[in-house]
């Protein structure tokens, strides 16, 4: 059972173009989803994140738009870069208990210059 | 460096080898994280510790996974009788203080496993 899912799989985009990168969950005892994007070889790095009680956060070109009523939220990058070609991650962690995240597959983003 | 430091970053083993990886967190920081990222999927919890005590260990795959950090800092996940579906990178990761809540987790590059 997948408990993140995120949309697309992969996501090609033109150099100062917007790229969005949909998630949707089913738990509602997640209360923490942070964005993170992963380089060939390297770990993942954490972008931005939110919390339910914000439905939007903005961080320089990276803003994370949540919608808590029907369990989605986003990441939408403004004025794409190539450098900002990489992997990207939503996920989730629960409000209690563990601090364990669940991510979702993935998001292979490649911005044509 | 200040990041946190996994080793070996290759590890190629035969089947039914086993294997021991290291990882080193942030100084300082209480919580330590293990994941498992297969190729192409995102990182999968496997399990994690407040200092030494082992709070969560529901995403280990089978007795033949364990972990241990015996003095809160250093932590090594052993994998015995490894098995060719155990192929993947292992992500470590630490966060700085369990009595906050939703603090940021922060990666190594991981140790990729190449079982044979």
């Known amino acids: 059972q997948q408990q993140v899912k995120q949309s697309p799989q992969s996501l090609i985009v033109q150099k100062g173009g917007i790229s969005i990168i949909n998630c949707a969950y089913e738990n509602t005892a997640f209360d923490y989803f942070p964005w993170y994007q992963q380089f060939p070889g390297k770990g993942p790095a954490l972008l931005i994140a939110?919390?339910?009680?914000?439905s939007e956060k903005k961080e320089g070109r990276f803003t994370i738009s949540f919608n808590k009523s029907a369990k989605q939220f986003s990441l939408h990058i403004m004025d794409s870069q190539p450098g900002d070609s990489a992997t990207y991650f939503c996920a989730a962690k629960h409000q209690g208990g563990s601090e364990k995240l669940v991510f979702g597959k993935g998001t292979k983003l490649t911005v044509n210059p | 460096g200040a990041g946190v430091s996994q080793s070996p970053r290759y590890k190629v083993a035969k089947r039914g080898q086993d294997v021991a990886l290291r990882c080193d967190p942030i100084?300082?920081?209480?919580?330590l994280f293990w994941y498992q990222q297969a190729l192409g999927q995102g990182p999968e919890f496997l399990t994690y510790?407040?200092?030494?005590?082992?709070?969560?260990k529901s995403g280990l795959p089978s007795d033949r996974f364990f972990a241990e950090r015996p003095e809160g800092s250093v932590s090594t996940l052993k994998i015995q009788r490894t098995q060719q579906e155990d192929s993947a990178v292992y992500l470590c990761a630490s966060s700085l203080d369990e009595q906050t809540r939703n603090q940021p987790q922060h990666f190594g590059d991981g140790t990729r496993l190449s079982i044979l």
């Open positions: 510790f407040q200092n030494e005590a082992q709070l969560d």
């Open positions: 100084s300082g920081h209480v919580s």
């Open positions: 939110i919390r339910p009680d914000v």
